[in-house]
């Protein structure tokens, strides 16, 4: 029989790869590398840093960017549990998701809340506040609504079936801005 003799070398690396496995550190490195090495840090909960132009933090043990909307966001995302009583709420409710905008409480609080108010004797003020609120957000959005009209120069519009129609006329003049602008005013006066 002929003798077969292994004509193949073990470069260096190989070498110190069996010794690694032989001496149970198999995360060790064959090779010394020269580069690029990423400088991690350490962080935790609420540490806030920026990396590459962007700001990092964690929460909830998630690293996360910050951006300019996280206030935003956390002012329109309803909880799980009320903030106040620490019960369920139920998001798919209308009424949780509409009494939960207004006073960021379930209805059980609101309820107990409006309930104080009234034994105190100051429930028709807060009823007359909040009714203030919604005319001079419904003001707001004619005044908008209005102001939008008035500066629109576009008289060409495009209908659901694609037609572009050509809007002309009901030009609307001074006196007639200056009317609704005087009723706004008054509407923005008006007591409930």
Same mark, same amino acid.
């Given at each position: 029989?002929?003798?077969?003799?292994?004509? !193949?070398?073990?470069?260096?690396?190989?070498?110190?790869?069996?010794?690694?496995?032989?001496?149970?550190?198999?995360?060790?490195?064959? !090779?010394?590398? @020269?580069?690029?090495?990423?400088?991690?840090?350490?962080?935790?909960?609420?540490?806030?840093?920026?990396?590459?132009?962007?700001?990092?933090?964690?929460?909830?043990?998630?690293?996360?960017? @910050?951006?300019?909307?996280?206030?935003?966001?956390?002012?329109?995302?309803?909880?799980?549990?009320?903030?106040? +009583?620490?019960?369920?709420?139920?998001?798919?409710?209308?009424? @949780?998701?509409?009494?939960?905008?207004?006073?960021?409480?379930?209805?059980? +609080? @609101?309820?107990?809340?409006?309930?104080?108010?009234?034994?105190?004797?100051?429930?028709?003020?807060?009823?007359?506040?909040?009714?203030?609120?919604? !005319?001079?957000?419904?003001?707001?959005?004619?005044?908008?609504?209005?102001?939008?009209?008035?500066?629109?120069?576009?008289?060409?519009?495009?209908?659901?079936?694609?037609?572009?129609?050509?809007?002309?006329?009901?030009?609307?003049?001074?006196?007639?801005?200056?009317?609704?602008?005087?009723?706004?005013?008054?509407?923005?006066?008006?007591?409930?």
């Amino acid at each position: 029989m002929k003798e077969t003799l292994l004509k !193949k070398e073990f470069s260096q690396a190989d070498v110190q790869r069996l010794r690694n496995l032989v001496t149970n550190k198999q995360g060790d490195s064959t !090779k010394i590398q @020269v580069g690029y090495n990423k400088q991690t840090g350490d962080y935790k909960e609420g540490d806030v840093w920026e990396d590459n132009g962007k700001t990092w933090t964690i929460k909830n043990g998630i690293k996360q960017t @910050v951006t300019k909307l996280d206030k935003f966001k956390s002012y329109y995302t309803m909880p799980l549990t009320c903030p106040s +009583c620490n019960q369920p709420l139920h998001s798919n409710s209308p009424t @949780v998701k509409k009494l939960f905008s207004i006073h960021s409480m379930c209805p059980k +609080c @609101v309820a107990t809340m409006e309930t104080k108010l009234k034994i105190e004797g100051k429930y028709e003020e807060y009823e007359k506040n909040i009714m203030q609120k919604n !005319k001079e957000a419904m003001v707001d959005d004619f005044e908008l609504a209005v102001q939008d009209w008035l500066t629109s120069k576009n008289d060409t519009f495009v209908t659901e079936q694609g037609d572009v129609e050509n809007w002309t006329g009901g030009k609307v003049s001074e006196e007639e801005i200056k009317q609704i602008k005087e009723y706004i005013q008054k509407l923005r006066e008006a007591e409930l």
